[in-house]
């Protein structure tokens, strides 16, 4: 018992601790029974698809119809997903995925698309046509895409946005994707860019018909004073990410990454700036609604808070 008076059970805490390895993390403020039954439903859904397919040779998914010759092959998405569970202990290997082009833009190699309904969801990878035979596509490997994917989608019961995105991005293969990726959280970012960039074409144009160059310098100001916030923005999540990892690794060792991803914003920001993470850590454990999501963390990687 925490001595918040809530009872841990060991039964329950192994169930999570198996969850947890197939990409179901504890939320914060979640109770451990709605937890369970949202998996339960989950891998439930999970199951119906595949047996879908082997019955009819296909089925549907959130509105799109797949056959049974579009399903990635077990030992494909095991490779695919090898980053996610080297580096943060996880591997969904559960998810119904396939090779399609008809959901994607015309650019992008792959996505994972999941729909929840409580705490019940729906989760599918698709990745391009192109992936089926070879393992790269334009400057993408399948492995980082469904790898970058699986992160998001098992920390979006989280509710978490700050670090949701340096931690997808920190298993990229590409360090230019690795330190400019997290600039973007939201589409807010992309569209102040994109209008940065309208504005800068624009001056430049009126620059050709004889306008002042004040005037293209001015045009200028927006896209960089946007770039130079997004990308402090990002410098600071990845300076504090790094320095919470470094201060897990004092419990975890070698588990920090895998632990920090399991971790909320605060939390992050926190133990960046703990003088004694070993303190803070036995704060988390032993009190307030983190507990059982640190029980649950403790469970797997050995803590010894």
């Known amino acids: 018992m925490n001595n918040n008076g809530t009872t841990i059970d060991k039964e329950t805490l192994g169930r999570l601790a198996e969850l947890d390895k197939k990409g179901f993390i504890f939320p914060p403020g979640a109770a451990p029974p709605d937890v369970l039954d949202g998996a339960r439903k989950t891998l439930d859904w999970a199951r119906t698809i595949r047996e879908d397919l082997a019955d009819r040779g296909r089925t549907e998914v959130m509105g799109e119809e797949f056959t049974e010759q579009q399903l990635i092959p077990g030992d494909i998405l ?11 202990r996880i591997s969904p290997d559960w998810t119904p995925a396939f090779f ?49 994917e699986i992160a998001h989608a098992a920390r979006s019961m989280m509710g978490q946005k700050i670090f949701e995105e340096p931690l997808a991005y920190r298993i990229s293969e590409s360090r230019f994707r690795r330190g400019f990726g997290p600039m973007f959280r939201g589409t807010w970012e992309a569209l102040a860019l994109l209008g940065g960039s309208l504005l800068l074409m624009a001056g430049s144009m009126a620059r050709t018909f004889g306008a002042p160059a004040s005037l293209h310098y001015g045009a200028a100001s927006p896209l960089i004073l946007t770039g130079a916030v997004l990308g402090l923005r990002a410098a600071n999540a990845h300076a504090k990410l790094k320095k919470a990892i470094e201060h897990l690794a004092v419990v975890y060792g070698t588990d920090a990454e895998a632990a920090a991803f399991r971790c909320t914003d605060r939390e992050i920001r926190e133990l960046a700036d703990a003088d004694d993470p070993r303190k803070i850590l036995e704060q988390y454990a032993h009190g307030g609604e983190s507990c059982m999501r640190w029980a649950v963390i403790n469970q797997r990687f050995g803590g010894e808070t």
Do not use: D, M
């Not at 095991?78 to 943060?88: F, G, I, V």
């Not at 999941?114 to 599918?124: I, K, P, T």
């Not at 596509?137 to 492995?143: A, G, I, P, T, V």
């Open 78 to 88: 095991k490779e695919c997903l090898q980053p996610a569970q080297e580096r943060y």
């Open 100 to 148: 399609s082009n008809k959901v994607l833009p015309w650019y992008v190699g792959g996505a994972c698309f999941h729909l929840r309904e409580g705490n019940f969801a729906r989760v599918c990878f698709v990745l391009r046509n192109s992936f089926r035979t070879r393992r790269k596509w334009l400057l993408y490997s399948r492995r980082e895409i469904v790898s970058h």
